[in-house]
């Protein structure tokens, strides 16, 4: 296989599963609803705001920015995104949500107000270009809600953890990042970070830029 073939490995096989899981993911991910709905608060998007959500989904979110009216998703999976069009179309919102990879925005510098950045972190195969990325197309004083599983910033993975993991990211989510590690590779600020379940493996982060 080519070098860059190889490149694009991880995207070409997230773009599979979560075809592969698209029909049935609104089942499993709805026990996270209330966790969404207190991040969406905590960002406090406006009606007018131009807003980013990155690796969106099947558009859960959606339904705590019904006023949002500017709203761009996208995803690396159109058996996803093809999903969000339909929620989105029951809701009455108009979204823009194209196919793109997270790590390579397709946008200019400085084109949104905010992003939604919701079990992402821990499934895009290098969250630190994702981070970079998301800094680059956010104005200045833009804001990042962040909701994802993550590490303490200062603990270390047992080794039946990083076992674990090995099957983890590979089915389903990385459960060995650090937000710390990941915020290092930008100059994002965290401006709110609260538990948001199972000890704190859960966290909803606020950032600015
Ligand atoms: C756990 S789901 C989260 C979806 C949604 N944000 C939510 O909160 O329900 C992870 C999403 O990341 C997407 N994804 C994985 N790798 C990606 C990449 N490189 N670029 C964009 N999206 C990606 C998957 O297709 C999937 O929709």
Redesign the pocket.
């Known amino acids: 296989m080519e070098p860059s073939r190889w490149r694009r490995w991880p995207?070409v096989f997230?773009?599979w599963r979560?075809n592969l899981y698209a029909p049935v993911?609104d089942r499993l991910?709805q026990a996270?609803a209330a966790r969404?709905r207190r991040s969406i608060a905590l960002l406090n998007p406006q009606p007018e705001e131009r807003i980013l959500?990155?690796?969106?989904?099947?558009g859960?979110?959606l339904d705590f920015m019904v006023r949002c009216r500017h709203l761009v998703a996208?995803?690396?999976?159109d058996g996803?995104l093809a999903r969000l069009r339909a929620h989105a179309a029951t809701l009455g919102m108009e979204v823009d949500a194209r196919v793109?990879?997270?790590?390579a925005l397709e946008f200019a510098d400085a084109s949104f107000d905010a992003v939604v950045l919701?079990?992402?972190l821990a499934?895009?195969?290098d969250p630190r270009a994702c981070i970079r990325e998301v800094e680059r197309v956010l104005k200045p004083g833009g804001r990042v809600a962040v909701f994802d599983k993550f590490l303490h910033d200062d603990q270390r993975p047992s080794l039946l953890r990083s076992a674990g993991n090995l099957l983890s990211r590979v089915i389903a989510?990385d459960i060995n990042r650090r937000l710390a590690d990941i915020l290092a590779a930008c100059r994002l600020r965290k401006v709110h970070d609260e538990d948001a379940g199972l000890g704190g493996f859960f966290r909803i982060a606020i950032l600015r830029k």
């Open positions: 995207q997230n773009r979560y993911y991910a996270f969404r959500l990155v690796a969106a989904g099947t859960l979110d996208i995803d690396i999976s996803m793109m990879d997270a790590q919701h079990l992402a499934v895009v195969p989510t």
